[in-house]
């Protein structure tokens, strides 16, 4: 794994809308600062009694700072100053702020409330550090992700139809580019058809993409039939002997019945000319976009035998924990993550680093 991809994902969690690690922090210096408040209420009583402080009476003037009461503000001022050692009570109330701040980030409550519930079944009523607590954290989120965690599966067979699928936006073709590169540079043969011809800017992207990576393209003019241009992309790829063939699709969700037909005929097409093709239909999914992504895999589950994730744009404004909800729920594959444009801002998926990076990385 590339250790800077995961750095540079851990600075663009933190400067995200959810801020997680920032949340979960806030929320243990305040359950240590009640703590510690009350501590100090019970020790400054103590020293009160010990060295008999009488309370000032009403409108009298404060007399020089007496030893006693500079003993209760160095005590108060020594806890205030040990905020890396504070600790904090693993108990309901906390715990339900831990819920809280997970479906903050999008994890979604039925996945937080199972976190949650693991780590009081770990240390429930115990007092436990910041550190402590993201450790537990990591571990139940790795674990939640770990089983899904897998690479694009690469067949014997040839061409590899993989068809890629997603709502407009989401980053089909910038990714289909990328992977296109990311494939050519292992040595395998790649192929690129443009199938979202409803859009003349999804061509042209893929085109000059095509260019960049110096694989060849299938396209057609902007309104041409998405299925007899798969067709034509397949057929190509068998008498050349390609070994991936990654083909667009169009996304347009809010004309769900005519993209669900529309998908239908080109996987139909597909298979006239492969009948065990397309072995893989990646779903491509935008982050920013939050609690949303349930409904599209849902909806393009119902539409085609979706067999693995892809997730973009987890910078800037994305929570990173839907990633976790997605993970959850429907058990897919997650082959890749994207932070950015370039071609290394793609990387294959590893539970560990991205449960670390969602934390802020706390190891020293």
């Known amino acids: ?6 750095k540079k994902l851990t600075n663009k969690l933190f400067k995200s809308s959810s801020k997680f690690s920032e949340s979960l922090e806030n929320a243990v210096e305040e359950a240590a600062d009640v703590e510690e408040t009350v501590k100090h209420q019970a020790n400054e009583k103590k020293l009160v009694e010990k060295k008999n402080i009488k309370p000032l009476k009403k409108d009298e003037p404060e007399k020089k700072e007496s030893k006693a009461k500079k003993i209760i503000k160095d005590s108060l001022s020594f806890f205030k100053r040990k905020t890396d050692d504070r600790k904090i009570l693993l108990d309901d109330s906390f715990l339900e702020k831990l819920e809280d701040i ?18 009081s079944n770990k240390a429930y009523r115990k007092k436990i550090a910041l550190n402590e607590l993201k450790e537990y954290l990591a571990e139940e989120i790795a674990e939640i992700l770990e089983p899904v965690a897998k690479p694009i599966p690469i067949f014997k067979s040839t061409p590899q139809v993989i068809l890629v699928v997603g709502v407009n936006g989401s980053g ?6 990328k992977l296109a590169s990311q494939f050519k540079l292992a040595g395998k043969s790649v192929m690129i058809g443009a199938g979202d011809t409803f859009r003349a800017a999804a061509i042209e992207q893929l085109a000059i993409w095509a260019e960049r990576v110096d694989v060849p393209i299938i396209k057609a003019k902007e309104g041409s039939d998405p299925a007899s241009l798969s067709y034509s992309a397949v057929e190509k790829a068998v008498k050349e002997s390609i070994d991936l063939l990654f083909i667009d699709t169009a996304g347009r969700l809010q004309n769900k019945s005519d993209l669900m037909q529309e998908l239908v005929k080109v996987v139909n097409v597909i298979k006239k000319v492969k009948k065990d093709a397309p072995e893989n239909v ?18 393009f589950q119902e539409m085609v035998n979706v067999t693995g994730l892809i997730m973009t744009k987890l910078d800037g404004s994305a929570k990173g924990g839907i990633l976790i909800a997605v993970a959850d729920k429907f058990k897919l594959p997650i082959h890749a993550i994207g932070i950015g444009e370039t071609i290394e801002d793609l990387q ?14 706390f190891r020293e």
Not at 1 to 6: A, C, K, L
Not at 282 to 299: M, P, R
């Open 1 to 6: 794994m590339v250790t800077g991809f995961f």
């Open 348 to 361: 294959p998926f590893d539970p560990k680093e991205f449960a670390l990076a969602l934390l802020g990385d």
């Open 282 to 299: 990646i779903l491509v999914l935008d982050a920013t976009t939050g609690q949303n992504i349930i409904s599209q895999v849902e909806v």
């Open 172 to 177: 089909k073709t910038t990714t289909i580019g």
């Open 102 to 119: 997970l479906i903050a980030s999008d994890v979604g409550a039925s996945t937080a409330l199972k976190i949650s519930e693991k780590i």
